[in-house]
């Protein structure tokens, strides 16, 4: 049961983004570099909810860490 609210809470974020790409209104830096943080961080949700490798281990731990740790503050502008 809990897999599938996983999936669909993937479903809830990914559906949003996607659709903002195609229809082209992530026009600022700040905004594209959001984007990027969201599809790295949701390619990695999508990776351990479905137990599929998806790139090494250590690039996982380098992108997740500083966010546990430091939080927000590690780049206030997003």
Do not use: H, R
Not at 11 to 18: E, Q, R, S, W
Not at 27 to 45: N, R
Not at 49 to 58: N, Q, R, Y
Not at 59 to 68: I, Q, R
């Amino acid at each position: 049961m809990s897999d599938i609210l996983w999936i669909l809470y993937l479903g809830v974020l990914g559906a949003p983004a996607i659709g903002f790409l195609l229809k082209g209104k992530y026009k600022t830096a700040s905004m594209k570099i959001d984007f990027l943080v969201s599809a790295t961080t949701w390619t990695g949700l999508f990776g351990y909810v479905t137990e599929i490798s998806i790139g090494p281990a250590l690039l996982w731990k380098f992108v997740f860490f500083p966010w546990f740790t430091l939080g927000s503050s590690i780049c206030p502008l997003l």
